[in-house]
């Protein structure tokens, strides 16, 4: 006879009041897999950062043109 056994992880309460009171840490949003395929993202597409953009400047979440072009 065989048995099949499931554990879960025991959290004391000294661990529980550790992972309350760390800070919670933030990950930059990265690009998704298509854009990354691409390369970069076109004119008016959604950005988070000036890398994300082919024009290099991400103005109010669209990349855009109010900077010209660094090559």
């Not at 065989?2 to 949003?29: F, G």
Request: glycine content about 6%; aromatic content about 8%; overall charge positive.
């Amino acid at each position: 006879l065989m048995y099949q056994v499931s554990t879960v992880p025991v959290v004391t309460p000294e661990v529980r009041s550790d992972l309350q009171s760390s800070h919670i840490l933030h990950r930059k949003i990265r690009m998704s897999p298509l854009w990354r395929i691409m390369g970069f993202k076109p004119y008016g597409a959604y950005c988070h950062d000036n890398i994300e953009c082919i024009t290099g400047l991400c103005r109010n979440g669209h990349c855009s043109f109010n900077e010209p072009v660094h090559s």
